[in-house]
T-cell receptor
Framework: SQQGEEDPQALSIQEGENATMNCSYKTSINNLQWYRQNSGRGLVHLIL?????REKHSGRLRVTLDTSKKSSSLLITASRAADTASYFCATDAGGGADGLTFGKGTHLIIQP | ETGVTQSPTHLIKTRGQQVTLRCSSQSGHNTVSWYQQALGQGPQFIFQ???????GRGNFPPRFSGLQFPNYSSELNVNALELDDSALYLC?????????????FGPGTRLTVT
């Protein structure tokens, strides 16, 4: 079953604008990860945020985590056409034996 | 690009047949996880192998089975294929001995069952 729910399901913006995607989840987590997927191929790991962290940056990416609301957001600043992809949040409950639980993803389109 | 490879890239099988998918993990990783991704959905966890032992399993029937070899590469076997098994199958390698670890995904095998 899908634990995470990304919002919106699809987002179309102009190149140069910022894109924000949200993720909600249901159970306690050890960490939350964001992945990008281009055209139904393999997933690329973007960033991992631990349950005791509130914000993390990596290049043009900023991730926040609010464990009290069981939600996370991914901000991509100064978007580029190459950022067009599907973005998934994935939760890890810890221990690793249950694998990652993914949401259905946000499809992001950057208009040139 | 991760160091994770999968073969084959695409596969077409007939309902009732059996299929084996292969995954080579990234150097230094001891864990392989397999996921099934149906069209328009997020990946669903099938199972995980850690140091050659099945370490966890998602909500998939026993006709989904696997192996992990001493070099930590892995196979996913699916028996008695059904039409709903058509999906992208992804493997991910990681190092479970770390406290927090990312999973590095291969490019996937697209399976079509007709």
């Amino acid at each position: 079953s899908q634990q995470g729910e990304e919002d919106p399901q699809a987002l179309s913006i102009q190149e140069g604008e910022n894109a924000t995607m949200n993720c909600s989840y249901k159970t306690s987590i050890n960490n939350l990860q964001w992945y990008r997927q281009n055209s139904g191929r393999g997933l690329v790991h973007l960033i991992l945020i631990r349950s005791n962290e509130r914000e993390k940056h990596s290049g043009r990416l900023r991730v926040t985590l609010d464990t009290s609301k069981k939600s996370s957001s991914l901000l991509i600043t100064a978007s580029r056409a190459a950022d067009t992809a599907s973005y998934f949040c994935a939760t890890d409950a810890g221990g690793g034996a249950d694998g990652l639980t993914f949401g259905k993803g946000t499809h992001l389109i950057i208009q040139p | 690009e991760t160091g994770v490879t999968q073969s084959p890239t695409h596969l077409i099988k007939t309902r009732g047949q059996q299929v084996t998918l292969r995954c080579s993990s990234q150097s230094g990783h001891n864990t392989v996880s397999w996921y099934q991704q149906a069209l328009g959905q997020g990946p669903q966890f099938i199972f995980q192998y850690y140091r050659e032992e099945e370490n966890g399993r998602g909500n998939f029937p026993p006709r989904f089975s696997g192996l992990q070899f001493p070099n930590y590469s892995s196979e996913l076997n699916v028996n008695a294929l059904e039409l709903d098994d058509s999906a992208l199958y992804l493997c991910a390698s990681s190092d479970r001995d770390r406290s927090f670890y990312e999973q590095y995904f291969g490019p996937g095998t697209r399976l079509t069952v007709t």
